[in-house]
């Protein structure tokens, strides 16, 4: 089953403890982005990645970092988390030929609550 | 500022009657558009697109308008069903940027039996 999965689902954290989202795809897409959703301000992009070893930031890349050492995979890095990044973020792939636009295929969810 | 806008959070319909769901833009590059549909605990989900070539495009149940001249789109929705019931996300892409979108802040529909 083609996907885009997601872990943790999950996280309550404290201030300053280093994080990582994972994201996996097994669709074979060349790229990959992370997008954080709050409350009236819709999906933001934070980070995205056209390819293997290819990054470069969203709207919003403030706090995070990534890496894409691998096509599949693409997590994302909160090095020192502060409440303002709690959050529920999404991670997203589509294939370089999908139709203009872009149609994105997106995980399940992450939530993350700093405290 | 954002540069796609989903003026409206909420919007509640009797089943069987239209929804319409309007969303703004200010960037007149945008050259496609697309509609996504999210269910709580999951992820969003492509359900409609169109080019700026175009001013409609119909799948089903859904048709999608667009008015450039007003920087304006709208999703209709006829018959609304209870399964409707979502977050429903409009999203612009620029200049053939093919993957990168900007997304609006969503409205909440409700279909009411």
């Known amino acids: 089953e083609a996907q885009v999965t997601q872990n943790p689902r999950y996280l309550i954290t404290v201030t300053g403890k280093k994080l990582t989202v994972t994201c996996s795809q097994n669709?074979?897409?060349?790229?990959m982005s992370w997008y954080r959703q709050d409350p009236g301000l819709g999906l933001r992009q934070i980070y995205y990645?056209?390819?293997?070893?290819?990054?470069d930031k969203g709207d919003v890349p403030e706090g995070y970092k990534v890496s894409r050492k691998e096509k599949r995979n693409f997590p994302l890095i909160l090095e020192s988390p502060s409440p303002n990044q709690t959050s529920l973020y999404f991670c997203?792939?589509?294939?370089?030929?999908?139709?203009?636009?872009?149609?994105?295929?997106f995980g399940e969810g992450s939530r993350l609550t700093v405290l | 500022d954002q540069q796609v806008k989903q003026n409206s959070p909420s919007l509640s319909v009797q089943e069987g009657r239209i929804s319409i769901l309007n969303c703004d833009y200010t960037?007149?590059?945008?050259?496609?558009f697309l509609w996504y549909k999210k269910y709580p605990a999951e992820g969003p989900t492509f359900l409609i697109s169109?080019?700026?070539?175009?001013d409609k495009n119909e799948d089903g149940r859904f048709t999608v308008f667009l008015n450039k001249s007003a920087k304006h789109l709208s999703l209709h929705i006829v018959p609304s069903q209870p399964g409707d019931s979502a977050v429903y996300f409009c999203?612009?892409?620029?200049?053939?940027?093919?993957?990168?979108?900007?997304f609006g802040g969503g409205t909440r529909l409700m279909v009411k039996p």
């Open positions: 990645s056209m390819n293997v070893e290819v990054t």
């Open positions: 960037n007149s590059m945008f050259d496609y």
């Open positions: 997203a792939s589509s294939s370089s030929r999908a139709p203009l636009g872009g149609e994105l295929f």
């Open positions: 999203a612009a892409s620029l200049n053939n940027a093919g993957n990168m979108l900007t």
């Open positions: 169109i080019s700026s070539i175009k």
């Open positions: 669709m074979n897409h060349e790229y």
